[in-house]
Each structure stands twice: as C-alpha cells, then as structure tokens.
C-alpha cells in the first residue's frame, strides 16, 4: 500500500516526529480519512524493521512520540524507485461498464437507458468535483481534476458504446 | 412559477433536413444548463430557437411565460437586443473596434450613450483578467482573451439570458475552464438564466443541471422530470 511509501518520502524531506508525519499526510494525502496514530506507528516501526528508517534522537518524556525518525539509504532508495516507476494504467471502471452493457444486450436488457443512467451518475459527480474546484484550495484543486478527467474519459467511452450497441449486440447474442 | 426561457415540441428542418423534432426544454430563472449531444443533433438549432433568431416551424418558444415565436423579426431582434446576451464559439469580435468597444456594443445598440456605455465595458476587463488590453483590437488579443472580452460583451447588458454556443470550444482546457469559472460566478451574481451548449462534459459540468439532444429531441437525464 501507499501509506509506508507515503511516510517515508514525507520523511526524505527532513526526520520528523510520528506527530509531524500524521499531520502532513492527513493535510495533503488524507482526504477527510485521517490517518491513525496506532497506523502512523506500527509503519514506523516496521519501516525501522526493515532498515528503511532509524530512530534519530528521543526526546526527554514518556511515549511513542518522542522519537525523531531518519529515512536510510535503503529507504531513500525505495522512495526514489516508486516515484520513478510509472503506475499501472489501470482502466477498471470500463472493464466493469463493458461487462454489464455486454450482460445487458445478452439479456435482450435496455443497455441505452443503463448507459443514460450511467452518464447522468458520471456528470453529477463530475458537478460535484467542479463545486471543489471552484471553492477549493490549490491541492484539492488538483485532486478534483484529476477525478473529473478520468469521468470524462469514462464518458466518452459511454458516447461511443452508446454509438455502437446495435453492432456490439450483434456480436455478442447468437 | 413559469419557467424564464422554455421551447414546446419545436421543430425545425432546415430545407429537407429535419433539425428539431419536438423538443422540449424549460430554464427556470437564475439557472444554468447545459445542452449537450452528439454533433449535428440539434444543439444549436435549439438555441437559435430559443434565442429568437430562427422561427420553429412548428411548437411555441416561450421567455418569460410570453410567446415570442408568433413575433415578427423587428420584435424578435428587439428582444434579443433587450433581453439576451450571446456568446458563441469563435468571439466574433468586430475587428475595427477596440476590445472595449466591443464590449460596449450591445450598450450602444441599446441606446445607452458612448461615454457611460465605454465606462461600464472597461469595469470587465480587470474583473477579467484583461486590464490594459481595453483599446487593443481583437487581432491583437489571444484566443482566450478574445473569448473573454466575447464573455464580457454578453454579459455587460445584463441579459435575462445568457446564450453560449461552445464558448470555450475554441480554447486550450485550462483557458476554458478560466472563462467558465467566469461565466458562471457573472452569472450568479446576477442570477441570470444560462443556455449553454457543449459537447464537452467538464463544461457542462459548471452547470446546474445537463440535458441530452439526440436526433432533434431533448432528453431530460435518467431519474429527472424535464
Ligand atoms: N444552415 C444549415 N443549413 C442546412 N442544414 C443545417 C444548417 N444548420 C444545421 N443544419 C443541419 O441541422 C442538423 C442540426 O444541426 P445543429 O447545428 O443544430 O447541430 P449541433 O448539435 O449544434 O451540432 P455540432 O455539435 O456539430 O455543432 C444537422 O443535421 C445539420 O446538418
Ligand atoms: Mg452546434
């Protein structure tokens, strides 16, 4: 998951405190999900585990938050290589419209009107997202748009199913 | 309440073409909508409807619950003058004129004097992020700024209602999303009533709601009364 990889590049920037780690990712990457303290702590420590951070300086006091966490050369390096490697372009919501338009024409169903109705669920969404654009900050800003563009992608695939059902039903019903 | 702009079983053919087949489509005040559909479905034939400037040949156009399709052209080019503003495409800005001039037009054709009417134009352009560029010509402007001073001259009338075909059609997506951010906080601040055709759903998402032409017809979408 994201969440170790996260914590260790916040931690390339400078060591830190689980404290200071919380905060930042619940500003920039929580999106209203803050993170756990109990979650902030146990990937530390297993981040520490396996080499990828060490526990700097502790502070005077009692309690999990008095140590200073360093990012290693491991660490760093694993950092270094998630950001580089691209992400796997993962097209998921088409392959599960693709398979119930293709079930609906099967099934002699209305999949203009499936796709109508998944149209208007997209474009409220993408309503919704806009409202965050037009009121938000500039990182929300970004997060919005990149939600919108791929609805809009989905959407234009609906157009173009919608474009082609009487082919596509020919070619899946015998 | 009735609704401020509203098209009844309109249809219209273009010689043997038919271009709107019954369509029915009702604005309520201070709303904004967006016509969407695939190209050559009726969208703009619709707003031209609509707006006054092609007579249905069959169904009635209402603005404000008052037939305006029985009309003749004089009353027709009157209303559009009085009533709506229009912003289309490719600005059509008009190249002898300064970017300030053009946004006084619809003023001066309203009869508004030069000197007031010049003053209300040049309170767009910082609003629009255009000061200094009030005196230049429309070749001297970007695609975007064009669009905008376009946007400006649509709205500074205060229309009851805003026409836009593809309004930002011309532009790069950021530069469009710029001049609808503009349109719409213009718009509701003033409460005026937008038609607003686009094939592009992150436009039409800056409206309020979204309608469907398809072969001349409107379709509300699914789950939502027209
Ligand atoms: N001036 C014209 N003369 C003849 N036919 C026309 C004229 N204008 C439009 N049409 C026809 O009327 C139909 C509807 O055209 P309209 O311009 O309303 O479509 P549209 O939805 O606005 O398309 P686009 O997205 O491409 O702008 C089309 O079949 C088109 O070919
Ligand atoms: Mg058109």
Known sequence: MTVPLTLLGLLEREPSHGYDLKRDYDTFFGRGKPLPYGQVYSTLSRLARDGKVVVGDVAP????????????????????????????????????????????????????????????????????????KRSGELVDVMLADHGLYHLEADLRWIETTGARLDALREAVRP | MSPMIEARDVTYAFGETPALRGANLAVAAGEVVAVMGPSGSGKSTLLHCLAGILRPDSGEVRFDGTRIDTLGEADRSALRRDSFGFVFQFGQLVPELTAAENVALPLLLRGVRRTPALRAARGWFERLGLAGME???????????????????????????????????ALDSLTG?????????????????????THEARIAAYADREVMVRDGRVNAPAGVAS
């Not at chain 1, 990012?71 to 390096?77: K, L, R, S």
């Not at chain 1, 119930?100 to 099967?106: C, N, S, W």
């Not at chain 2, 951010?181 to 607003?196: C, H, P, S, W, Y």
């Open chain 1, 61 to 132: 006091g009692a309690g999990p938050d008095r140590k200073r966490y360093v990012i290693t050369d491991v660490g760093a390096t694993e950092v270094e290589h998630w950001l580089t490697e691209p992400v796997e372009p993962e097209p998921h919501l088409q392959t599960l419209l693709f398979t119930k338009v293709v079930l609906a024409l099967m099934l002699d169903r209305p999949a203009e009107e499936y796709l109508d109705t998944q149209r208007a669920a997209h474009l409220r969404r993408m309503r919704e997202l806009t409202e965050i």
């Open chain 2, 135 to 169: 005196h230049r010509r429309s070749g001297e402007l970007s695609g975007g700024q064009a669009q905008r001073v376009a946007l400006a001259r649509g709205l500074v009338a205060e229309p009851r209602v805003l026409f836009a075909d593809e309004p930002t059609g």
């Open chain 2, 177 to 197: 999303e710029e001049v609808m951010t503009l349109l719409v906080d213009a718009a509701r601040e003033k409460g005026t009533t937008v038609v607003l055709v």
